[in-house]
């Protein structure tokens, strides 16, 4: 596509020279037709690219600084219904390279979405969208290697601790339970420990939820009974800090019931006997 120079392009200076009625009819034509340069990477020159980026030097973006009405936002919106996203499927679509650079620049910059929270109206448009989807990572279990899983608990540490952080999972962390450590065995240490926090003493009714089995030694393979105890997530929570003082009361605790299960045992013996 090159120009003689002197041409003057038919349209030059024409702008909204087009009537309502034609705009419409042209946008209604090509309602559902692909984009006229689908699929046609590459179909400038080398040399016609560089012209393009010259004459766009020192221009700024169209819409820089403005934003789209309303209007406008609609109809793009609009255009694109039933559309597929350029990059669907497209997984490693970008090299190395590119990738590099695209982290470097956006590193240090917060997130578009950074202390903003989505609006009700567009949580619902974006639940409404994903209707039916299948989540990315579903059926990808240790699909991360152990080094991203390593990267995720560093970048982790030290945030804040509590219930109301999402992140929270009561205590859980990227390393390896035990087998035996499974449900049944969980709810023998609930049962053993009356469904009661074994800190706060608030039963399981109270908070809702069930309670978490924590290992008193913090290793999570040590699935002796007297290794586990049950706590409310709160607890658990303050258990991650201090470890040297929790192990000390938590083994007396277990000590101590395994002392009285003795000595009910006993006194059982002393009735029949
Ligand atoms: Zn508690």
């Given at each position: 596509m090159t120009f003689k120079k002197g041409y003057t392009?038919?349209?030059k200076g024409l702008t909204n020279h087009l009537s309502e009625e034609s705009r419409k009819k042209m946008s209604d034509n090509s309602k559902g037709l692909p984009a006229w340069n689908k699929g046609k990477t590459g179909v400038y020159s080398e040399e016609t690219l560089e012209?393009?980026?010259?004459?766009?030097?020192?221009r700024s973006p169209a819409m820089k600084g403005k934003k789209h009405t309303e209007k406008s936002k609609k109809k793009m919106r609009e255009s694109h219904i039933g559309?597929?996203?350029?990059?669907?499927?497209?997984?490693?679509?970008?090299?190395?390279?590119?990738?590099?650079?695209?982290s470097k620049s956006a590193k240090g910059k917060p997130s578009h979405m950074k202390g903003k929270h989505h609006t009700d109206e567009a949580k619902r448009k974006n639940s409404?969208?994903?209707k039916g989807n299948i989540p990315w990572n579903k059926g990808k279990t240790n699909h991360l290697s152990n080094e991203t899983l390593?990267?995720?608990?560093d970048s982790h540490k030290g945030q804040k601790c509590s219930d109301k952080n999402p992140m929270w999972q009561g205590g859980k962390?990227?390393?390896?339970y035990g087998k035996e450590f499974n449900n049944k065995l969980k709810e023998k240490i609930r049962d053993r420990d009356q469904h009661k926090c074994q800190i706060c003493f608030k039963s399981e009714c109270e908070d809702k939820t069930k309670l978490s089995?924590?290992?008193?030694?913090?290793?999570?393979?040590?699935?002796?009974?007297?290794?586990l105890i049950s706590l409310c997530k709160k607890c658990h929570c303050k258990a991650n800090g201090k470890r040297d003082k929790w192990i000390a009361l938590f083994e007396l605790m277990v000590l101590y019931k395994s002392?009285?299960?003795?000595?009910?045992r006993g006194d059982t013996w002393l009735h029949n006997g």
């Open positions: 392009p038919w349209n012209a393009m980026g010259r004459a766009n030097k020192g559309q597929i996203a350029w990059n669907k499927g497209l997984t490693g679509c970008y090299s190395e390279e590119t990738r590099l650079q695209m409404e969208a994903h390593k990267q995720m608990s962390s990227f390393e390896v089995v924590h290992h008193i030694d913090y290793n999570k393979k040590n699935n002796n009974i007297n290794n002392i009285r299960v003795t000595i009910r």
